[in-house]
């Protein structure tokens, strides 16, 4: 069963790195907040921001094979809002070595999406005959850059990280 609008591949493409890049990129306006928070300062920070890195070398090392099994649209279409629930849930940590251990689960989702994105692209390019791979990164941009606009709006509302990472989740399950 197929549900959703009929597109191309190519725009069904240009959405996935759209939609990926939109919900990766919420958190980084929410970092001063976050920080605050934690009372921690900017290298115990940027230190816990390395989880997020940690876990994406573990999937794109490991997860191919268990892609493959799973599928890759039954995979896309799951990872993109466990991200979305992973950035929630790890913005509730109260310290950096606990920031460090939520996001690598961020991580894997992220290596996991990187793989099936990446490599649909190729695909598609391949099947049309001609090359896409610069748009889908140019939307990839365009996502992070409407992530970040998003997110510093709603900083300036006052709302928590909390909060606005919570509200994401509906919001990219509904889009994906």
Same mark, same amino acid.
């Given at each position: 069963?197929?549900?959703?609008?009929?597109?191309?591949?190519?725009?069904?493409?240009?959405?996935?790195?759209?939609?990926?890049?939109?919900?990766?990129?919420?958190?980084?306006?929410?970092?001063?907040?976050?920080?605050?928070?934690?009372?921690?300062?900017?290298?115990?920070?940027?230190?816990?921001? #390395?989880?997020?890195?940690?876990?994406?070398? /573990?999937?794109?090392?490991? @997860?191919?094979?268990?892609?493959?099994? &799973? +599928?890759? *649209?039954?995979?896309?279409?799951?990872?993109?809002?466990?991200?979305?629930?992973?950035?929630?849930?790890?913005?509730?940590?109260?310290?950096?070595?606990?920031?460090?251990?939520?996001?690598?689960?961020?991580? #894997?989702?992220?290596?996991?999406?990187?793989? /099936?994105?990446?490599?649909? @692209?190729?695909?598609?390019?391949?099947? &049309? +005959?001609? *090359?896409?791979?610069?748009?889908?990164?140019?939307?990839?941009?365009?996502?992070?850059?409407?992530?970040?606009?998003?997110?510093?709006?709603?900083?300036?509302?006052?709302?928590?990280?909390?909060?606005?990472?919570?509200?994401?989740?509906?919001?990219?399950?509904?889009?994906?």
């Amino acid at each position: 069963m197929k549900f959703g609008l009929y597109l191309p591949p190519q725009i069904r493409i240009f959405g996935a790195f759209f939609i990926y890049s939109f919900c990766m990129g919420s958190l980084y306006p929410r970092i001063p907040a976050i920080q605050q928070a934690m009372g921690v300062g900017e290298g115990a920070l940027g230190l816990a921001l #390395i989880g997020a890195a940690f876990g994406t070398l /573990i999937s794109l090392t490991f @997860a191919g094979p268990i892609i493959e099994r &799973i +599928g890759y *649209r039954r995979t896309l279409l799951t990872a993109i809002p466990l991200l979305s629930v992973f950035y929630a849930i790890s913005v509730w940590a109260q310290g950096p070595v606990m920031f460090f251990l939520l996001l690598v689960p961020v991580g #894997i989702t992220i290596g996991a999406i990187e793989i /099936i994105i990446n490599l649909e @692209a190729d695909r598609v390019e391949h099947a &049309i +005959g001609r *090359r896409i791979m610069n748009r889908p990164h140019a939307f990839w941009s365009f996502g992070f850059f409407s992530a970040g606009m998003v997110g510093s709006f709603v900083a300036q509302t006052g709302l928590s990280p909390q909060m606005h990472l919570a509200i994401m989740i509906p919001v990219v399950t509904l889009v994906s």
